[in-house]
């Protein structure tokens, strides 16, 4: 979306400025060429220009006594001319003239123009623009906010995998909370050329096509760091799922990005998932068929009140997004057209726990440790999903055909992925092991993102502003009906 501007009052100064001394210009040399030119008598100029023309004219027409006449004022101004030796003395000395009024005319013209331009706000972009990839013009720069601490949080983990794009210029990095071991980062990040700063504010304005990759999850932060990124001029936003906490909310983001013509992602990369990939793939070539999604976390019972205080929005916004996420993306599930929600009420496939708040023995949290339910819409898709925090770490998709017969389930991770995965966090064990095994599908959500961003083109599977909050509204939905 093109948008008018206005020039800086700096830059109409400076117009301002040469045009008047442009003009000045022009009229010395205007009275230097007329004095040069003129045939009167006590011009200085007209002896001694050499122009074969005017010799001939002066040969030919000019009387004795005016020729005499100009001979003499040619005596009285000898700073020009001298008689001897006539020739070469008087054009060095006319070539010196001409010159020095030249360089006067080139300074006073093009002096405030190059004085203002060291001061212009372009040049000191130019001067510091930053990036590991700076002089790559097809290249998306990209502006990572909020990277926590290395091998721990996944606006690094963002990070590392966006600096070994070659399409996608790193610009900067803005973390103001910056936790132990994070210097190192910063030193080896700068080496790379990209910036590192405290706030977004401490960053110039962006001239040049901009992602913005906001990984800071807390709530109360995101709408502010969304609305900065827009003012700064980011022509893209990045967010992690699910993006805000609630419909309202993604619909404010909405409309402020739309003023703005900036597209804006959510980061649900389980869509890319082999496993939701083949299972996806698979309905669409089986006749009315059901999809039975699960998705499973290790914990226990005695970890759920750490689990209900770090996950406050409750189970369907937390877990069981990714799977809302991909009815939504490949499936066009969405409230308004739900033609039936059944939950399952049986215990083993829902059940809501109350805890008490961890440090607080008189607050009390009520959450979901699982829950399942089925939904079939008005265009007869049919689709069922359950999320349980206590069954172990593994997710799968069952593609069944019209009957209710099982055609094929696909797990993840599979047997191979499982024991590279092992040997992954034996490798690295400081390394949260959840990027081990999402490694692949981050990587492909983010190579999808850029070309996006850089065709200004939506891209299949990729969650838009749109999709999340279609997902949200679907878990606000389903929470309220199997409550």
């Not at 939950?343 to 009520?366: A, F």
Request: hydrophobic residues 40%; glycine residues 4%; proline residues 4%.
């Amino acid at each position: 979306m093109s948008r008018r501007t206005t020039p800086p009052a700096k830059f109409t100064c400076t117009f301002h400025v040469n045009a008047i001394l442009l003009s000045t210009n022009l009229i010395l040399l205007l009275f230097m060429l007329v004095g040069t030119l003129s045939t009167e008598e006590e011009s200085v100029f007209v002896n001694a220009l050499p122009m074969p023309p005017i010799w001939v004219l002066d040969k030919l027409f000019t009387s004795e006594a005016k020729k005499a006449a100009r001979r003499e004022a040619e005596r009285r101004a000898k700073y020009f001319v001298f008689e001897t030796p006539a020739g070469e003395l008087e054009i060095k000395k006319r070539y010196v003239y001409y010159a020095t009024f030249v360089l006067i005319a080139l300074i006073t013209q093009f002096g405030p123009l190059f004085i203002a331009y060291l001061f212009s706000d372009k040049r000191r972009k130019r001067k510091k623009r930053s990036g590991n990839r700076p002089g790559r013009k097809d290249a998306l720069d990209v502006v990572v906010v909020g990277c926590g601490l290395p091998k721990r949080g996944v606006g690094w983990f963002h990070l590392i995998q966006l600096l070994d794009l070659p399409n996608v210029n790193v610009r900067a990095v803005v973390e103001n909370n910056r936790p132990k071991g994070f210097d190192n980062l910063v030193q080896s990040l700068q080496a790379r050329g990209v910036v590192c700063v405290a706030s977004l504010a401490d960053l110039d304005r962006f001239t040049k096509r901009t992602l913005c990759f906001i990984s800071d999850r807390s709530n109360n932060r995101n709408l502010i760091l969304f609305r900065t990124c827009l003012e700064m001029g980011a022509s893209a936003i990045y967010l992690e799922k699910p993006g805000a906490p609630t419909v309202k909310q993604l619909e404010d983001m909405k409309t402020l990005a739309e003023r703005r013509g900036v597209a804006v992602y959510i980061g649900y990369n389980k869509n890319f998932s082999s496993y939701v990939q083949n299972a996806v793939k698979l309905s669409r070539q089986v006749d009315d068929s059901h999809v039975f999604w699960c998705h499973s976390d290790p914990y226990t019972e005695y970890n759920l009140p750490a689990v209900f205080a770090h996950n406050p929005e409750g189970l369907m916004k937390s877990m069981a997004i990714d799977e809302l996420a991909i009815l939504v993306t490949y499936f066009n599930v969405c409230v308004d057209n739900i033609f039936r929600f059944t939950v399952n009420t049986k215990e083993k496939m829902t059940k809501r726990v109350t805890v008490r708040k961890p440090g607080s023995p008189t607050i009390s949290m009520t959450d979901f440790s699982r829950a399942a339910f089925k939904i079939r819409t008005n265009d007869d898709v049919s689709v069922s999903v359950m999320a349980d925090r206590c069954g172990g770490n593994f997710s799968f998709a069952v593609v069944k055909d019209g009957s209710g017969k099982e055609v094929q389930k696909f797990e993840y991770p599979h047997a191979l992925a499982a024991k590279k995965l092992e040997k992954q966090m034996k490798a690295d064990p400081e390394m949260l092991p959840y990027f081990f095994g999402n490694s692949n599908d981050f990587l492909e959500l983010k190579i999808r993102v850029v070309e996006s961003v850089l065709k200004e083109k939506e891209s299949e599977g990729v969650a838009t502003i749109d999709t999340g909050i279609e997902t949200m509204r679907l878990a606000e939905y389903a929470n309220d009906q199997v409550m």
